[in-house]
């Protein structure tokens, strides 16, 4: 027997008679038939060509769609079934789609004035939020007993004990890098001994406090925006304001307190491993280890190391209060939150280049 020809088949083809090219759609423009032969019939349509659509069969939605999209190409559609052209005449065909028109852009003042007020209101958050943090140090020193020392111990545990690690380990990287690039130009002029001198000085007075203060900041300041954050976005940070306890004393001060006590000690770790990776180097140069540390303790004094220490002090407070600021000025949805990490991260190394440049002045004239 032989095979019969579909008769749920559409058909898009050029056609030609006295009155010249034509295109012929014929068969069932169900969902079906329409799919084969969409982009076929979208390709051969152009302007001021007629559309002979006497011979369909059947037509749904998705072959009144085609029909549209072709009389929108400039195709003139003749002879559809008046049952199929009552439907299509609904969705006035003939009429051009309307763009959305370009945003008028606003004027130059009042878009002056948009950014005034933006500026305005994040200068009054940040006056806020001092104005808050502030408070709450004063209760605490007034009460120590509202600390909640369990958190604060958590949050020590966390920015502290398991950023120890990565810190020594960069720290390790520093000394080594910084005294093998040091060594072999030095050696040239028989002054590979003072390369301890440029190490030590180097890492206590400025590598050490500021490489710490880089990774807290990636790491630990980076974790109180998102934690934060995830909090104010599940609405947590309401339920703890409608249980009568304030989110800065209650998330926000063992946050602060656990990182500006971590990141000094964590930075004379890392200056200890620094100028240890250091000694290793110099022993490849023949220069012993108590030889190093002499030279170490020889020029670096107390104040570079009260300097340094001071440092890392203000980085890691800096540090805590800009992760959890954002963390609280979180706006609604998931992307929201991993724009405060990411607003916290830049905000964080900001603060680190300007104070860092605040302190070289203020040595300076302090003669340090």
Known sequence: MAPTEPTNTAIAQIRQDAGGDYLYLAGRLDAEGTAVIWTQARQLARPQLRVEAAAVEYCDGAGLALIYALIQQ???????????????????????????PPEARAPFLIRLGARAATI??????????????????????????????????????????????????????????????SAVPMRQFGAELFVANLVGLSLVRELAPLMTAVLLAGRTGAAFAAEIGTMKVNEEINALI?????????????????????APLLTVLAEIIGI?????????????????????????????????????????????????????????????????????????????????????????????
């Open 276 to 368: 240890l990776g250091a000694g290793l180097v110099l022993l490849t140069f023949n220069i012993p280890l108590q030889t190093t540390v002499a030279q170490v303790m020889d020029s670096v004094g107390f104040a570079d190391y009260v300097g340094g220490l001071a440092k890392a002090t203000v980085y890691g407070f800096g540090i805590a209060v800009i992760g959890c600021r954002r963390g609280l000025n979180t706006g609604a949805g998931a992307s929201a939150v991993g724009a405060s990490t990411t607003q916290a991260v830049v905000s964080s190394i900001v603060m680190l280049v300007v104070a860092d440049g605040l302190f070289a002045v203020a040595f300076y004239y302090l003669g340090w």
């Open 242 to 262: 409608t249980l009568g306890l304030e989110p800065v004393r209650f998330l926000v001060l063992p946050r602060i307190l656990a990182v500006t006590l971590m």
């Open 120 to 181: 305005w209101n994040a200068f009054y958050d940040l006056m806020e939020f001092t104005g808050e943090l502030t408070a709450a140090w004063g209760v605490w020193l007034r009460k120590p007993g509202i600390m909640r020392w369990g958190d604060m111990l958590e949050q020590c545990l966390k920015s502290g004990v398991n950023a120890l690690p990565i810190v020594l380990l960069v720290a390790f990287l520093f000394g080594v890098i910084l005294a093998f690039q």
């Open 74 to 100: 400039g195709a003139h559609v003749e002879n559809l079934p008046q049952r199929y052209g009552a439907l299509l005449n609904e969705l006035n065909p003939n009429e051009p789609l309307q763009s959305t």
